[in-house]
C-alpha cells in the first residue's frame, strides 16, 4: 500500500484479556518495527522484524508481549492478559533495508487497558 | 542509561524566527545515524532529517538543518523562518547496530514547540 497502515485505530479491553495489533507495512519494506508510546514519552523500541524473523526483540517488557511477521509482510503484535500500565499507543513502522532515510511510521493503534 | 538527551520539554518561538531544539547522544558505536523526527497533534510521525556519522556536511532539508557535532556529540535541529504549523512535540532519534543484524532506532523524550503569532 501507499502506507503504513494499523488497525485498528482504537482498542479498548477489559484487564486480563488478549488483544491482537495489525500493521500493514508499505509494500517492499523488509524491515518492520513496533513501538509504544506512552503520554509526553517518546516512541520505546519493542521488537524489530527483518523479513519474517524476529531480528531484535530486546524491546518487549516480559513474556505477555509477542509479535509475528509470518509471510514477511503483515505483523501482528499479540498482548496476553493486558494490564492497566499497557495502555498507549503502539505504533508501526517500516523501511527499506537501508534505512538511511528514516521510517515511515503508521497512524498508531491507541490500546486502552480498563 | 539515557542515549538520546533532549533537556528541552518545551520551547517558545515568534513567527517568522529561527529555532534550535537540543539533542545529545551517547554511543560507543563508530557508524550511526542521527534523526529529527515531528509529531503533530494528530499523532503521525514524520521524518524531518538524516545526518550520518561519517557525513562531513551538516544536513539540511529546506527549513530544517541539523547542527552536527560530532566531538561534542551533539545533534541540534534548527528550524528557520519558523510557521505556525511547526508547532508540535520533535524527537530526536539515532539509529544503532541491532544484536540481531541490521539497526534499530531509540528515540530521545521529545521537546514540545510552540509557535506565537
Known amino acids: 500500500g501507499a502506507g503504513v497502515s494499523q488497525t485498528p485505530s482504537n482498542k479498548v479491553t477489559e484487564k486480563g484479556k488478549y488483544v491482537e495489533l495489525r500493521c500493514d507495512p508499505i509494500?517492499?519494506?523488509?524491515?518492520l518495527y513496533w513501538y509504544r508510546q506512552s503520554l509526553g514519552q517518546g516512541p520505546e523500541f519493542l521488537i524489530y522484524?527483518?523479513?519474517?524473523?524476529?531480528?531484535?526483540d530486546s524491546g518487549l517488557p516480559n513474556d505477555r508481549f509477542f509479535a509475528v511477521r509470518p509471510e514477511g509482510s503483515v505483523s501482528t503484535l499479540k498482548i496476553q492478559r493486558t494490564e492497566r500500565g499497557d495502555s498507549a499507543v503502539y505504533l508501526c513502522?517500516?523501511?527499506?533495508?537501508?534505512?538511511?532515510?528514516?521510517?515511515?511510521f503508521g497512524s498508531g493503534t491507541r490500546l486502552t487497558v480498563v | 542509561a539515557q542515549k538520546i538527551t533532549q533537556t528541552q520539554p518545551g520551547m517558545f518561538v515568534q513567527e517568522k524566527e529561527a529555532v534550535t531544539l537540543d539533542c545529545t547522544y551517547d554511543?560507543?558505536?563508530?557508524?550511526?545515524?542521527l534523526f529529527w523526527y515531528k509529531q503533530p497533534s494528530s499523532g503521525e510521525m514524520i521524518f524531518l532529517i538524516y545526518?550520518?556519522?561519517?557525513?562531513?556536511q551538516n544536513a539540511t532539508e529546506g527549513r530544517y538543518s541539523l547542527n552536527f557535532q560530532k566531538a561534542r556529540k551533539s545533534a541540534n535541529l534548527v528550524i528557520s523562518a519558523s510557521q505556525l504549523g511547526d508547532s508540535a512535540m520533535y524527537f530526536c532519534?539515532?539509529?544503532?547496530?541491532?544484536f540481531g543484524g541490521g539497526f534499530k532506532t531509540i528515540f530521545g523524550a521529545g521537546t514540545r514547540l510552540f509557535v506565537k503569532a
Open positions: 513502522a517500516s523501511s527499506s533495508l537501508a534505512g538511511n532515510y528514516g521510517y515511515t
Open positions: 509494500s517492499g519494506h523488509t524491515a
Open positions: 522484524f527483518q523479513g519474517t524473523g524476529a531480528a531484535d
Open positions: 554511543t560507543s558505536d563508530p557508524s550511526y545515524g
Open positions: 545526518q550520518g556519522s561519517y557525513d562531513q
Open positions: 532519534a539515532m539509529r544503532e547496530l541491532s
